[in-house]
Structures are given as structure tokens and as C-alpha cells.
């Protein structure tokens, strides 16, 4: 499979990716029993699949009650999902986060360039507080990769609103990543007004203040911050890869992740572009855990493969990235 860990992240066009998807997929059925075990229950003959939409995806449930991995122990890390006390995590084995590095460092710069020209500053406090995460872990490696001295991470620190006035000041590039509520308590504290700082947000009230539509959300960021846009990050525990939007929450995927939305009736069928259906991810970097879940999020996709997230399938936990109904 080392040839494919490097070979993902040369996808070039459609064709390639099906080749690639397709050869993962065989591998999945082979060697990941959970996975093996739905594709058993379905019928589903793995040789005689030949397109992406005759593929199953995994509900993204059942990295709650198994281990979904497609090769044994030991593993490098257990990520485990964002959530409320006493709410079920999620947990991904990963077998290479050499792997994983490779993923988010090269999805970075298909979307923003080179690590080194930013400041990275994170205010993450409820992802550090429960640990095992991925998104601290995927920061904290863009961190150090920035070398700037002011990159970090800031727990609600006093510290922050200086620093990001004097990036400001210095016309230093910076990206300040952070959960919703953590980036609403600031700017309700102070007043900024940063033109050379990308405000991410994580999505995701964590149960600390009410939800708000995303709208709304970024309405009250893009004052408080005084920029004209607000991005966001589109992730989960149970993925290696991430897409990202840098306005209105309409998000791209990089080249060996890709969208699919399927039919709330009917989950084996798929939906035209920019009708409301569940997200389905084909994650190509997830060679060793499942590289095909059906998530709870709902969504709509365009004819350019970019796609929004429109909330969640009732009863589904609050949880993971950009949860805000729309």
C-alpha cells in the first residue's frame, strides 16, 4: 500500500481518482472486517463494483461501537470525537500519522499556500481540554511547521487580542482557527479589525452557548473581527483529510477527498446537484481505517464539486465541525 499512500495525493482528474478509489476500496473489503461485514449484509459483491455510486459507505455510527480498521495493532494514535459528558466518542485507529501529516500539510497548501509565510494562532479550548483529538493534533503539527514565534495555542489567554493587533500592526499574514464559541466570547470582549487574518472557524457551540444559524454566526464574526469573510474547516475524527471554505460556508474538498450526496430515503441512491441530501466522503487518505462513511451532516452540492454543510439528521449528536443549521 506505500505505493498508494503516495500515488493519493497525485490525483490529477476523475479518472485517476475512480482507479484509486476503486483499488482502496477492493483493499477495504478484503482486510477491514467491519467494513467486509456490511459489504456481506448488503450483497455486495466487491469485484463486480465498478463505479464510485455502486460503492457502500460505512455509517459513520459504527466507529462508535468498532474498531473500523483495515490493518491490526499496533496503531500510532486513537483520535477520539469532540462531545458532551457522558456522550459516546467516536475513535479512529490510525496506523500512520505520517500519513495523516501528509494529508493536512498538503491540503493546507492546495488551499493557502505555504505554512511558512503564517502566524498560526488556535483557540481550541474545548478540543484541548478533552484530548485524543485530531484537530489539535492537525494544529498544533501547522503550528510548529510555521515557525512564527507568536504561532501557538491561546486557552482563552488575555494575551491573544494584543497579539493578533500586533500581527495586524506588522502585516504579518495570520490564521486564527478556532471553535465558535471561543471566537464569539473575544469578540464580544474586544473589538478588532484585522485585514491580514484569515478568521477559521471550527463550527460548533460544544454546548456552551445556544446554536446559531451560520449566517448569523459569521455575520456577528466578520464585525467582531472587522474582515470581510469569515473560513471555515470541514473535518472529523474519523477522516484524514479536511475541505475548506474561505466565504459563505461553501466548501472545497482537495483533489483525493470527494462529495457525494445521497438520499435521505433512500441511502443507496444520489441526489442531482444542489438538492438537500445526507454527505457521503470518499476519503482516499483513510487507506488504512475506511475511506468510504456516510455521515450524519446534511448537504447540498454544485455542479463545481463544491458543497455546504445545511445542518444534521435529527437526533444525531452535537459533535465534530460545523454542525450550525441553515
Known sequence: MNHLETSIFQINNENDFLDKALKIFRFQSQHNPVYRQFLNYLKVQPEQVGQLEDIPF????????????????????????????????????????????????KGFKYFYGDITQYAVLALLPSYVEQGHSSLVYMVDQLIKRSTHPASGFYLNDRKLPHILNELQQQKQKTILIGVSYALLDLVEKYQF??????????????????????????????????????????????????????????????????????????????????????????????????????????????????????????????????????
Open 58 to 105: 460505512l455509517p459513520i455510527e459504527f466507529f462508535k461501537s468498532h474498531q473500523v480498521a483495515s490493518v491490526i495493532p499496533p496503531f500510532q494514535a486513537v483520535f477520539k470525537s469532540s462531545g458532551t459528558t457522558g456522550m459516546q466518542r467516536s475513535h479512529h485507529y490510525v496506523k500512520s500519522l505520517k500519513l495523516y501529516e501528509q494529508s493536512f500539510f
Open 193 to 326: 479589525n484585522l485585514e491580514q487574518t484569515i478568521v477559521m472557524e471550527t463550527g460548533g457551540m460544544k454546548g456552551r452557548r445556544k446554536e446559531l444559524l451560520r449566517e448569523e454566526l459569521h455575520q456577528y464574526l466578520k464585525a467582531g473581527f472587522g474582515v470581510e469573510n469569515i473560513h471555515s474547516e470541514y473535518g472529523m475524527t474519523e477522516l484524514l483529510s479536511q475541505a475548506y471554505s474561505n466565504a459563505d460556508g461553501i466548501f472545497k474538498s482537495p483533489p483525493w477527498q470527494k462529495i457525494m450526496i445521497r438520499d435521505t430515503e433512500d441511502p443507496l441512491s444520489y441526489l442531482a446537484f444542489n438538492k438537500t441530501g445526507g454527505i457521503n466522503v470518499i476519503d482516499l487518505a483513510n487507506i488504512y481505517s475506511c475511506s468510504f462513511i456516510a455521515t450524519q451532516d446534511l448537504g447540498r452540492q454544485h455542479p463545481d464539486g463544491s458543497f455546504e454543510i445545511l445542518g444534521r439528521f435529527d437526533h444525531s449528536d452535537i459533535r465534530g465541525c460545523n454542525l450550525m443549521v441553515v
